[in-house]
């Protein structure tokens, strides 16, 4: 494997995956980010990557559902990586917020097939999906939907609008004024629509894939702080290495087209009924006490960074709890150790700190920044 390869899911150096997934899954990756307190690494005394018997109660460790169900969410990645090459990790982050029930905020310079790979995902999981191209002139109405008037019974019906969906592609979202931007934020937050008082659910399960480019800002609209944080996850897909790239171009070369999944062999391997299975099992998984005090202390360490004019809230430290338990149910483990609040710190909580201005100024990154918090705080033994 090379070094490329091993860059985990979120541009992480991690260790290989674990043998018993990795040709399915091929982990997001434990951050190998250690602290002079952790030379030993947090294996414990049972020396699997745990942190030991002593840290869960062994009467909680119950996997609750059946293998089939998490092998049939782990052939997934195989299943889009029929259409999509080199995003793999992408995938499973998109995985672990259906599982946690968030959203994902996707980032990368177009053409990196961000449309084609959640259009393909919903395929794999036989989910719903509409993609809305925002722009500057799209109104809210356009994404939530509207009261129209009905001729033939002179009175006015709703019709739905594109967030009544499964998986909601919200393409280029920093391109529309705030007003359209905020009209996500009850759909994100309650799961529901409100129009003319009265309150519509939408579809179960729901999440809602917004991208950005990080490379062009003219014309745009940064997304507020409010609505940032109502993602669970930012993902950042990176170009694909010189292998990839060869690959995609081959694929077009022997006839693939991107928009016939049904001739590129992309079948349901799973469907609502497993992810709501699955949804329910990653709720039972355990936390240990001291891991939880881990998510804390990693939390209100980004309050106190010099760097960071604003650190995390609490919904950031749920969010790292939420996303932790829904990586180690895929794991096949039924408890969070501390290596899986390491991998999953970044991209759960990159896009809800801010740097100072002087920071910025300088050159200083999100994401190492983190990695200094992560390397200094504590980790439980």
């Known amino acids: ?120 995902l919903c395929a794999a999981l036989d989910l719903d999906t509409k993609r809305v191209q925002f722009t500057p002139d799209l ?46 934020l009850e759909a994100m937050e309650e799961h529901q629509v409100s129009v003319d008082g009265i309150s519509r659910p939408l579809p179960v399960p729901f999440l809602v894939a917004a991208t950005q480019n990080p490379v062009e ?3 745009t609209y940064p997304l507020p702080e409010a609505q940032l944080d109502r993602f669970l996850l930012k993902l950042t897909l990176q170009l694909p290495d010189r292998d990839a790239e060869i690959e995609v171009v081959r694929r077009h070369s022997m006839g693939f087209d991107p928009h016939d999944l049904a001739g590129a062999g992309i079948r349901a391997v799973a469907g609502p009924r497993d992810l709501q299975q699955a949804r329910e099992a990653v709720q039972r998984v355990a936390i240990a006490p001291e891991v939880l005090a881990y998510i804390v202390d990693i939390v209100r360490a980004t309050r106190a960074a010099p760097s960071f004019a604003l650190g995390v809230s609490p919904r950031g430290a749920t969010a790292l709890l939420n996303t932790g338990r829904a990586w180690a149910w895929l794991s096949g483990r039924s408890y969070v150790t501390p290596d899986d609040v390491k991998a999953l710190t970044l991209p759960a909580l990159r896009h809800r700190v801010s740097l100072r201005p002087e920071a910025d100024m300088d050159g200083v990154q999100v994401d190492d920044v983190l990695r200094s918090i992560l390397a200094t705080v504590p980790v439980p033994r």
């Open 217 to 219: 800002y003219e014309g």
């Open 139 to 184: 109104m809210p109405g356009d994404v939530t939907g509207s009261l129209v008037f009905d001729a033939r019974t002179s009175d006015f019906t709703f019709r739905q609008g594109p967030v009544f969906t499964n998986i909601l592609l919200a393409d280029e979202i920093n391109r529309t004024p705030p007003k359209t931007q905020a009209a996500l």
């Open 1 to 120: 494997m090379s070094e490329d390869q091993r860059q985990g899911l979120y541009g992480l150096p991690v260790a290989p995956a674990p043998e018993q997934f990795a040709p399915s899954l091929g982990a997001p990756g434990y951050a190998a980010v250690r602290g002079p307190q952790d030379q030993q690494g947090t294996q414990g005394p049972r020396g699997d990557g745990a942190v030991g018997p002593a840290a869960v109660d062994p009467a909680a460790v119950d996997p609750a559902v059946p293998d089939p169900v998490r092998a049939s969410l782990l052939a997934v990645r195989a299943e889009v990586s029929k259409a999509v090459v080199g995003q793999e990790g992408t995938v499973t982050g998109l995985l672990i917020a259906l599982l946690a029930r968030g959203h994902v905020l996707l980032e990368g310079v177009p053409g990196v097939a961000k449309t084609l790979l959640v259009r393909t």
